[in-house]
């Protein structure tokens, strides 16, 4: 590939033959998915040697581009779980709409920086513009703002950053963040990495729905008061991992307000369901907070990477991070323009924005709420199925897009149940039809479906309950 003399300067027609060859692949692979098994098998001894032979030295001499395609899609991507598939109802499934793709492929190509307005203010303007999106979505008013991340735990760590630079002096490990029981862990690594003792973080017990309680809340931030603590940040939830939950936002945005506290709604997973009338519902108040994580490439359907914080007051963010150099350009004094630079933690960075901006300019917003709203629909639909299901158990209705639910047949012990419902999961997923995940909620193993992918509709959720009643049936003969 290239030519003998500058063998990294492919020619037009050799660049062309290499994107028409990756095309070819990845449009196979893609109307294959609903084919494909949910997960691999499991890392058994075959599993491990097919990863062992992918292990490799350096290679001095090139390889053929087919070569390493038949590699690519025969070897290595068949060894992970299908998580662009529509049977992957586990965790917070990523979505990975084609045209992020294409969009990569000219970021990647393209080669601008974005990270001085400067630079590249044609294509930093499309990245503000998905910001100033994102901003609306929410509810935030004219002149608010954010940055776009590689994820969710990037965005929180950036706002307990912010949070601290604003609320806390210099010497801030007095400083002391509140969560509840149920905020993702990225929040608790954050605080560890901006510089708190861990014990700093308040674990808030939450109610009956998974809801942060918020008058032991108050009772806490109190008693902290009264030891001489100093607190500064309340991280409330905008869709939990373990169970969809969304806090009550305007009582946790009551409390901040008269406590003088930051407060960060992290909506990585359920952010996005603001476009919907029953997520507005939802997450009444989010548009109040000083801060929020929106991940796009759970609620957007972006792929994996693609994360983002926003702001009500972009200055804050600026007095967090801007920092000055020699040989930077001049940065932009002009409210207009971003330097993306001086208001996070990065200087060097890809072109991120494009991601958001030509799927949703391709599609249009509506087409991404449409969708969201069949997820709150097949959630929904899942659960009252479930219930039809004989000894199921109902542990969280869905708030959003996910419920959690257990197999409780009557003379069974606890300790019993939870090995049970473990071999439940086990026996759903080696079906392979699905993929669905396990969590503990209150001592007791629960299964979790979560509905977000694009390609997620009825059929595959029909499929899923099926596998569920089939293997409650085996379960229930032994």
Partial sequence: MGNDEYPLEPSPEQMRAMVNKAAERVIEHIASLPRQPSAYDEFDDD????????????????????????????????????????????????????PSAIADFIANAVNRYVGVW??????????????????????????SGGILTSGGSLANFTAVVTARRERLPDDFRGGTIYTSDQTHHSVRKAAVLAGFPEDNVREIPTNEHYQIRLDVLRQRIAEDREAGQRPFML???????????????????????????????????????MLTERGRES????????SVALDPHKGLFLPYGNGSLLVRDPETLRRAHATFA??????????????FCEISPEL?????????????????????RTSLDEKLDLAQWATDQLRGVPDMEILAEPQLSLTAFCWAPAG???????????????????????????????GR????????????????????????????GELSRQ
């Fill in 47 to 98: 599993a491990r040697a097919r990863v062992n032979a992918l292990a490799e030295p350096l290679p001095e001499r090139g390889t053929d581009l087919d070569g390493l395609l038949d590699l690519l899609f025969r070897e290595a991507v068949p060894l992970s779980y299908n998580s662009a598939g529509p049977g992957y109802l586990a965790y917070i499934p990523g979505g990975g709409v084609y």
């Fill in 118 to 143: 400067i630079a590249a203010p044609g294509l930093a303007q499309l990245e503000l513009n998905v910001v100033r999106w994102f901003c609306e979505i929410i509810g935030y008013p004219a002149g």
């Fill in 283 to 290: 997450m009444r108040g989010i548009e109040r907070a000083d």
């Fill in 445 to 472: 193993y629960a299964l979790r479906i979560c509905v977000l992918s694009f390609r997620t509709h009825r059929d595959r959720m029909e499929q899923c309950l099926a596998d569920i009643r089939g293997c409650v």
């Fill in 326 to 339: 020699d040989y930077m350009p001049e940065m932009q004094q002009d409210t207009e323009f971003v330097d």
């Fill in 412 to 442: 069974y012990s606890d300790d019993d149940l939870n090995d049970m419902n473990r071999e439940l999961l086990a026996r759903v997923n080696a079906r392979k039809n699905v993929y669905i995940t396990g969590t503990m909620l209150s």
């Fill in 348 to 368: 060097s960075r890809d072109f991120r924005g494009l991601r958001a901006w030509l799927p949703i300019k391709l599609f249009g917003i509506e087409a991404f």
């Fill in 235 to 273: 991280v409330t939830s905008g869709g939990t991992t373990n169970t969809g939950a969304v806090d009550d936002l305007a009582g946790s945005a009551d409390i901040a307000a008269d406590e003088g506290l930051w407060l960060h709604v992290d909506a990585a997973y359920g952010g996005f369901f």
